[in-house]
């Protein structure tokens, strides 16, 4: 079971994030003409086209290497997942595929979709939301796990 630990909640770095996030998307759009979605962005390099690698590479490393300078300045924090690795495959082969069949992902729809008011964001948004809480619901009440 997953407790959150409220003491240790920060709203400030979590909405100082949540700005650097939405800065960052947003400047990526105005200065580039793309969607930061990660799926769209990986996806783009199984199937690269000519002139369009250099940028997809240095975004995904920056995703890599981001944490690592943050690592210098202060503790990263530990993840604890309490799940086997059978569990984690599948988790990530139906994240995979709900990308497919989405037509992008979580950041790419939430984040950068909603921002540009897009109708096809804002329903598959509203599908993530909702398999959330159908999902926290049975496992807390059905199933309680």
Do not use: E
């Not at 770095?13 to 947003?26: D, E, T």
């Not at 984690?88 to 069949?101: E, F, H, M, N, S």
């Amino acid at each position: 079971m997953m407790a959150i630990a409220w003491d240790m909640f920060t709203p400030w770095s979590a909405l100082a994030g949540g700005v650097l996030i939405g800065f960052a998307a947003g400047m990526f759009v105005l200065l580039n003409g793309r969607i930061a979605g990660i799926s769209g962005i990986i996806g783009g390099l199984l199937k690269p086209a000519r002139g369009d690698v250099v940028w997809r590479m240095a975004f995904i490393g920056g995703l890599v290497v981001a944490p690592m300078v943050y690592a210098l300045a202060a503790t990263l924090p530990v993840p604890q997942i309490d799940a086997g690795y059978g569990a984690l495959v599948a988790a990530g082969l139906l994240v995979g595929i709900g990308t497919r069949y989405g037509s992008g992902c979580t950041s790419g729809h939430g984040v950068c979709g909603l921002s540009r008011l897009s109708p096809r964001s804002l329903a598959a948004t509203a599908v993530f939301m909702a398999a959330g809480f159908v999902t926290v619901f049975m496992m807390r009440h059905l199933f309680n796990a």
